[in-house]
């Protein structure tokens, strides 16, 4: 295990720097830097070059631990922020590899609706700042059809519903759905338990209770760029999976 330190030695070495450099650098001793930098070298994490002054600079194998740190920080921060909500919820619809990188949602707020089938204005601001939207619903809202029909006509818009609410529009919306594919493209998928959007300005998450009811009261939003591309790796999973609707009749 390293320590802070180490790490801090690690990304200061990203060029040659000799023991007096580091010195300067960090504020310690050469001593103490020479007794943190011993086991880094001894373990290849950096290499050390001999002339007339030794050198040293970190590895690729150093940069891999780097970025690995780097990632470990962002995920304890998600956890510090989201990890109850997460916890108590099913994530067997998140494939594998995509939990794995959680650590990507790092700047994410748990957010708590105080009417659940209303949009949240956060997500509303995601939504009317973005130029495309895509996403994936479970649960079906009386409000979702005309609102999706009014976003495709100003941005693309892409949705992915699961076969049950994709029969309740059809039953109850078959006007708008109509108009929807018009303009915007719908795929249909297996019902998973989750739904969520991603948008050019960000991403929203809900999910399902481990008792399997759908929690409409809690949302994650998170608006960096790292939560869009995680967001959209999970759209592309699901759309792979799902056929899509191109006519309706």
Known sequence: MLNKFQIELLWCLGKWKSLDEL???TGRSKQAVLFHLSPLAGTGLV??????KASYRTTELG??????????????????????FLGEHDLAAIPQEMLEELYMLDGC???????????????EEILAESKWVK??????????PRLFV????????????VEDVFKVVVERAETLLSAYLRRGKMYVCNNVKLSFVVAERGFALALYRLDGMYDAHNILIC?????VR???KLFEYYRLRSREVKEFH
């Open 23 to 25: 010195s300067k650098m």
């Open 47 to 52: 290499r050390k070059h001999r002339g007339r």
């Open 63 to 84: 940069l891999l631990v780097l970025h690995f740190n780097v990632r470990m920080k962002k995920l304890e921060s998600v956890v510090g922020t989201a990890g109850k």
């Open 109 to 123: 707020q748990v957010i708590a609706r105080e009417n659940p089938y209303e949009l949240h204005p956060r997500l």
């Open 135 to 144: 996403g994936l619903s479970s649960v079906y809202h009386e409000m979702f």
């Open 150 to 161: 009014g976003l495709a006509d100003d941005k693309d818009v892409e949705l992915i519903l």
């Open 223 to 227: 608006r960096t760029e790292d939560a």
């Open 230 to 232: 995680w967001g959209l």
